[in-house]
């Protein structure tokens, strides 16, 4: 391999001599200075040394490979155990590392790696050898099945729950039930047993009062089970228990789960009756004494702030004509007002307060049951959405509207105290509730200006809280920045071109169905053309306005042909992409540029710009200054690769 040291440049001195650096570099890799060579790079010319590295086995590289893997591995929590200084999920008890017919040799802490492993925990645990060598990997996965009771690919854990709860399903139950497939459970329960075994279970009927929502939930949550309903769609009192291996012969095992299963349920009824002697102006007074966040006020001033900020986004987009304009009977700022100033409450039930997972779930029962319009109950349960990636996404207006508030309303209180995401913390979820922003918008085509929508927002803490030394018009920036950078990592998530994303938010514009409609547009046109008759041009203009001051064109000192006809093509295609992106015609918009670009480089052809007329040229400048903003009400793109 090359290793290169430093540039020719500061290489060798005026004798044609090494330098320092070249005779540092060459005894830090234990060679002769004259033994160095040139190499060009896209960097310059660089002094180096060819290096020959002999070759390992498999076997000598794998066990230094394995141990940095396991030390690399990290998850939300980690322990220690016994004397051991490593970091893990579990204690590990042992290491099977087997290549081929080789024991691959290494000690882990105190733990030394063998051919051995053990069958499953519960039913016997006992050593067993690996035999080798295993004809592939599908082997080894039977090999564990028949011999350890252990089915290692999760996928296939999957599929033998799935198809117990259908033989259920279908045959015992004849589908006149069906059990509830939450994703989310299921996948936490597929990686929690080793040899899945499906157990059913019955409450009695007396909990079934409790609501469906919170009853489903309080199924779920905790024991990890999975509710049932019956034909009609209304709980069951049947429950599913996925257990790790064990055979229920003699009942104990589902008896037990009954009875765990029975306390949850009576604490979930014991504190829904509770709160069903207490009202929202209760919970509503209860809020002003929780502390949203130290120096931000509470709960109670939370809400407050969101009445405002959803009728700030309500009033601008109908302007818009997204948004229906309210009618004297049925407001959807009355709605959001009401939605706005409840949705907090029931974080001081005491449902929540024992069971937080049922937030927003128990605010949507409890405003159902108190009679409140059920676009507003709705909101309560949607303004948490989404929870987790991949989650739904609200659907009413009420409800999404409330959801940017929400969120809109926690980042600029995080960013004003600075408690601002860097590398991967993020404390307070601020990334996912970007995200939950950007996903609402888009879903309901809301196309808001997350620059207004964060200054106002800011605007609102500011009135009322004291920050010292901040200054605010950075600060809403660098939140919209925030914000409109999870549109970004959603690009990279879908592994789509992200120097898309770059060229268009150097417009500075941050209205979000019109950076996605742009976005999406510039993405279209690179499947058929390419970027450099939309970026050569534009190009042309920035090199030759770089470092320049300008001012407004003068249509007098225009003499040339080709200048005053681009000038005439500027003020024309200027207005006209306006017009076409304005009606969602942005593809149209991008023609126009492309044909835009054939004026500027016959302006470029057969004008200079740089006269020795000093006005004459100020003015070429300020025409090419024009032009560039031309291109920039779409999109930067010098910005964009040529691929």
Request: glycine share 6%; net charge positive.
């Amino acid at each position: 391999k090359v290793i290169t040291g430093p540039p020719k440049a500061i290489a060798f001195d005026r004798n044609g001599n090494h330098t320092d650096a070249a005779v540092g570099f060459a005894k830090s890799l234990n060679v002769d200075a004259g033994k160095l060579e040139e190499f060009k790079t896209e960097r310059g010319t660089y002094l180096g040394i060819r290096m020959i590295e002999h070759s390992k086995s498999t076997v000598e590289v794998l066990p230094d490979l394995l141990k940095n893997l396991i030390l690399l591995m990290s998850f939300s929590k980690q322990m220690t155990w016994g004397d051991y200084t490593a970091r893990f999920a579990r204690p590990i008890r042992w290491i099977a590392a087997i290549y081929g017919d080789d024991v691959v040799r290494f000690k882990f802490e105190s733990i030394e790696s063998s051919n051995k492993t053990y069958s499953h925990r519960i039913l016997g645990a006992k050593p067993v050898i690996i035999p080798s060598p295993l004809k592939n990997v599908d082997s080894y996965f039977e090999f564990l099945n028949k011999k350890c009771r252990v089915i290692l690919n999760p996928e296939k854990r999957k599929e033998m729950i799935l198809n117990s709860l259908k033989n259920l399903e279908e045959k015992k139950w004849e589908k006149k039930f069906k059990v509830i497939i939450d994703e989310n459970l299921l996948n936490e329960v597929v990686n929690l047993v080793e040899f899945p075994n499906v157990l059913e279970g019955e409450f009695p009927d007396e909990f079934l009062y409790i609501p469906k929502e919170i009853l489903i939930k309080a199924i779920q949550h905790h024991q990890r089970y999975f509710a049932v309903v019956d034909s009609s769609g209304e709980p069951a009192t049947r429950f599913i228990i996925v257990q790790n291996g064990i055979e229920d012969k003699t009942g104990e095992i589902v008896k037990g789960n009954i009875r765990v299963l029975k306390a949850r349920l009576n604490d979930a009824g014991f504190f829904y009756k509770e709160d069903k002697r207490e009202d929202f102006k209760i919970w509503l007074d209860r809020l002003k004494g929780v502390i949203f966040y130290s120096g931000l006020g509470s709960l109670y001033d939370k809400s407050l702030r969101l009445q405002k900020i959803c009728n700030f986004i309500a009033e601008s987009l109908e302007k818009k004509g997204v948004l229906k304009k309210s009618s004297a009977k049925e407001s959807i700022k009355d709605r959001l007002n009401r939605a706005g100033i409840l949705c907090k409450c029931d974080l001081v039930t005491n449902l929540v307060v024992e069971f937080p997972e049922l937030q927003g779930l128990v605010g949507r029962e409890y405003a159902r049951e108190k009679k409140e319009k059920e676009e507003v109950a709705e909101a309560i349960f949607e303004h948490y959405l989404p929870r987790f990636a991949g989650d739904i996404l609200p659907e009413t207006d009420t409800g999404s509207i409330l959801s940017i508030a929400d969120k809109v309303d926690t980042i600029a209180g995080m960013f004003l105290v600075g408690n601002i995401p860097s590398g991967s913390e993020d404390p307070f979820a601020l990334r996912r509730k970007a995200s939950g922003i950007i996903l609402a918008a888009l879903k309901k085509s809301y196309d808001i200006d997350l620059l207004k929508i964060c200054e106002f927002t800011a605007g609102l803490y500011i009135k009322t809280v004291n920050f010292k030394n901040i200054d605010s018009q950075r600060t809403v920036r660098e939140m919209a920045d925030f914000i409109i950078a999870r549109y970004r990592f959603r690009l990279e998530k879908q592994n789509k071109r992200t120097d898309i994303f770059d060229a268009v938010i150097e417009t500075g514009r941050y209205t979000v169905v019109d950076f996605d409609l742009r976005c999406k547009a510039v993405e279209q046109y690179l499947e058929k053309e390419k970027i450099e008759r939309l970026s050569e041009p534009m190009v042309r203009c920035k090199n030759i306005i770089k470092g320049k001051n300008f001012s407004q064109v003068d249509e007098n000192l225009l003499n040339e042909e080709a200048e005053i006809k681009l000038h005439n093509q500027a003020v024309l295609i200027r207005n006209r992409i306006k017009i076409y992106m304005n009606s969602g015609k942005y593809h149209d918009a991008l023609l126009l540029l492309v044909e835009f670009g054939g004026f500027i480089n016959e302006f470029f052809d057969k004008v200079l710009v740089m006269d020795r007329d000093e006005a004459v040229r100020q003015n070429r400048i300020n025409l090419v200054k024009d032009c560039t903003d031309v291109y920039y009400i779409f999109a930067d793109f010098s910005k964009i690769s040529q691929i």
